[in-house]
């Protein structure tokens, strides 16, 4: 009687503990260079092909559909104005898509940045979105999910 008590709080907790950490994370990074800034994407891969594919119909213009799904669901305003971006690539890794975009503004003065991102929130109610902002010597970071999905970046000026 032992053994089966000892097997069935075995399989509670081990079944537990791969739910408690059940969760998906996108990465989005923000940072200037000089007068280039870029904005670094990093998603699980099947998530976001599964995303996609409700309407993106041509994988052969995968950085389309890739486009359409990232203006759709993450927009940065600096300072009031809401630039473009501007695709540069994607990578694909064994779990990963990696995008590269450049954001099309002079954001090396903005003093306030607003965050809107609710990627791959179809996807996933665990999942996590993770901003980082690496602006004016400062590196600040905030995680956006379903209960938050925007957030706004003050800087003070010098």
Same mark, same amino acid.
């Given at each position: 009687?032992?053994?089966?008590k000892?097997?069935?709080?075995?399989?509670?907790?081990?079944s537990?503990?791969?739910q408690a950490?059940?969760f998906?994370?996108g990465?989005?990074?923000?940072?200037?260079r000089e007068?280039i800034?870029?904005?670094?994407v990093r998603?699980?891969r099947?998530d976001?092909?599964k995303s996609i594919?409700?309407?993106?119909?041509d994988?052969?213009k995968l950085r389309n559909?890739f486009?359409?799904?990232?203006?759709?669901? #993450?927009? $940065?305003?600096f300072?009031?104005?809401?630039p473009? +971006?501007?695709?540069i690539?994607h990578q694909? *890794?064994?779990?990963f898509?990696?995008?590269?975009y450049?954001i099309e503004?002079?954001c090396r003065?903005?003093?306030?940045i607003?965050v809107?991102n609710?990627c791959?929130?179809?996807?996933?109610?665990?999942q996590?979105?993770?901003?980082? #902002?690496n $602006?004016?010597g400062?590196?600040?970071?905030?995680? +956006?999910n379903k209960d938050?999905?925007?957030t *706004?970046?003050?800087?003070?000026?010098?």
């Open positions: 009687m032992k053994v089966i000892v097997c069935f709080m075995l399989t509670f907790l081990f537990w503990d791969v950490h059940d998906k994370l990465y989005f990074e923000v940072k200037s007068k800034t870029s904005l670094f998603f699980d099947e976001l092909l594919s409700v309407s993106c119909k994988y052969n559909c486009e359409a799904y990232l203006n759709k669901h #993450f927009y $940065l305003v300072d009031g104005d809401r473009s +971006l501007r695709y690539e694909f *890794t064994e779990d898509i990696e995008l590269t450049e503004i002079d003065d903005a003093r306030r607003e809107f609710n791959l929130l179809e996807a996933s109610t665990r996590q979105n993770i901003v980082e #902002f $602006l004016h400062q590196k600040r970071s905030f995680r +956006l938050r999905i925007q *706004t970046v003050e800087y003070k000026k010098d």
